[in-house]
């Protein structure tokens, strides 16, 4: 169970600030049962890739107009925590398993036409080619671990070698199921 105390301090290792592609799990402790949610990091359609501690303050925005807060919807649906009070209940835990390859390639938000004309560069189907990885690597671990998510979504069967990062992949697997 959660202690609740009038002070707490946490510790944000740098590599949860950068923005880049990761996989990162978000290990929910009620009481003495275990939750879990698996996300990523990598826009599938804008060449962008927030950081892992941003993707999880979203998860938590309170604001119910938000379209980040997927973690959020899933504690109130299955937890039956619907309200602020209701998550000093919990304790959350980010593991965050960076992945090589993102490289920003602009800073400034594309109109229609910019983008279109963005997305025959090489560097935006570079981007893609990598961001589709990451995101098969994540469909197989919603997929294979469904039973022990949050996640609203069911994943894809994935051939395990098909994943193009089996070490990630395999520790991921390894924490949830331990």
Do not use: C
């Not at 949860?16 to 826009?43: A, C, Q, R």
């Not at 993102?102 to 800073?107: L, V």
């Amino acid at each position: 169970m959660s202690n609740n105390k009038l002070y707490n301090s946490i510790e944000i290792p740098g590599s949860f600030l950068i923005p880049g592609f990761s996989i990162y799990v978000l290990e929910i402790i009620k009481e003495k049962n275990k939750w879990f949610y698996i996300g990523m990091t990598g826009d599938p359609y804008y060449p962008s890739a927030r950081s892992a501690f941003h993707r999880l303050s979203g998860h938590l925005e309170l604001n119910t107009r938000s379209t980040q807060n997927q973690l959020l919807i899933a504690l109130n649906q299955k937890l039956n925590i619907n309200s602020v009070e209701d998550l000093k209940k919990l304790d959350i835990r980010m593991h965050h398993f960076p992945i090589e390859g993102f490289r920003r390639i602009t800073d400034k938000k594309l109109d229609n036409v910019t983008m279109q004309k963005l997305q025959q560069t090489e560097e935006y189907k570079d981007y893609k080619i990598k961001q589709k990885k990451v995101a098969v690597l994540e469909n197989a671990l919603i997929y294979k671990l469904d039973d022990k998510l949050l996640n609203k979504t069911i994943g894809k069967i994935i051939e395990e070698d098909k994943i193009d990062f089996p070490e990630v992949y395999n520790r991921i697997l390894k924490l949830v199921n331990s």
